[in-house]
Nanobody, 112 residues
Framework: QVPLVESGGGSVQAGGSLRLSCAASGYAYCRYDMTWYRQAPGKEREFVSAIDSAGTTRYTDSVKGRFTISQDNAKNTLYLQMNSLKPEDTAMYYC??????WGQGTQVTVSS
């Protein structure tokens, strides 16, 4: 059973929006340990946003005010609402849970 499955990626123009989803198998869903990462071509994987202890949300500076992380515990699903997208947001987006499980990624491409 695959632990995490991301979806919702696609190609949009700058200024557009996308909503990523990360559906977790029951054993791979940790309510307070869910994270989004991204990796652009030729670059290292980087932190984007997380929900951690007591439901605290964190964001990397470059996405603050544009991205919103949320979760639906009844569906074991993590979301990332991405607004005002920029070409520099182009990357493969990955979900990580329970400090150990990774999804296969979903591609986001933003054109100028």
């Amino acid at each position: 059973q695959v632990p995490l499955v991301e979806s919702g990626g696609g190609s949009v123009q700058a200024g557009g929006s996308l909503r990523l989803s990360c559906a977790a198998s029951g054993y791979a869903y940790c309510r307070y340990d869910m994270t989004w990462y991204r990796q652009a071509p030729g670059k290292e994987r980087e932190f984007v946003s997380a929900i951690d202890s007591a439901g605290t949300t964190r964001y990397t500076d470059s996405v603050k005010g544009r991205f919103t992380i949320s979760q639906d515990n009844a569906k074991n699903t993590l979301y990332l609402q991405m607004n005002s997208l920029k070409p520099e947001d182009t990357a493969m987006y990955y979900c990580k849970s329970c400090s150990q499980y990774w999804g296969q990624g979903t591609q986001v491409t933003v054109s100028s």
